[in-house]
């Protein structure tokens, strides 16, 4: 199973058959512009998609697509869940829930941060018998929020989650990642690492992580975001 976030920067149709193009069967896409009524397809897999506007202010939605025989549905209660997550049902081979995450600076929210403290919220009201994923644009850490950062981590890993991208690179809660999901103003020395998979730790062993590459997805101008890109092995229960 691949698994997918990435915010397209509002070019949702134009920019999802490049992230599909990527063998992807689950994905999170953030800053979406609004998705279809219609259905989807991606070659001759049917295509199911979720979505809802985060902001008042902001038409842009963010959303979850998954492709046969994979398929995504509205998690009940989903409209209770903060406005900035999309708490799904996805079901197929591996069938998981997955709390899709967009956090925006809007009047009365929260911090990044706060919003991202919100999810873990909602995230330790679920079942704790079934696998849940946490993933989007976080928007953290960055330097005035790695403290807090942590300690939101922490609790998401007391919740058995863990950062995949971390988990399949070895990396101590002290080092930084060496590969950015994100490029201020478009430009390549203004790199950040705020987009993330949280998977259960059972998975951690199972992982391969990739992160788009900048030519391809940003210099391209489909994005001033790259994709992360999480590959389960077969065999995880």
Known sequence: MKLATWNCCGKFLANLP????????VAV????????????????????????????ENPKELGVVACGPWSVSRQERA????????PVQVDGPLPFV??????????????????????????????PTEPVVL?????APISSSETQYRTVVRRLEDLG??????????????ESPV?????????????????????????????????GDFDAWVASRRSDHVPLIVEVKDGVA
């Open 18 to 25: 490049h992230l599909l193009g990527e063998g992807i069967d």
């Open 29 to 56: 896409v953030c800053e979406a512009s609004p998705l279809p009524e219609w259905p989807l397809a991606s070659g001759d897999r049917p295509v199911t998609h979720v979505s809802r506007r985060v902001t008042r």
């Open 135 to 139: 993933a989007g644009d976080f928007n």
């Open 98 to 127: 997955l709390v899709g995450l967009w956090t925006v600076v809007s009047p009365g929210q929260p911090s990044y941060v706060g919003q991202l403290d919100r999810a873990v919220d909602r995230i330790a009201q679920l079942d």
């Open 161 to 174: 989650l863990v950062d995949a991208y971390r988990a399949s690179r070895g990396l101590t809660a002290d």
């Open 79 to 86: 409209d209770s869940a903060p406005a900035w997550t999309l």
């Open 179 to 211: 590969d950015p999901t994100y490029y201020h103003h478009w430009r390549q020395d203004r790199p950040f690492h705020i987009d993330h998979l949280m998977v259960p730790a059972a998975w951690s062993d199972a992982l391969t992580v990739q992160v």
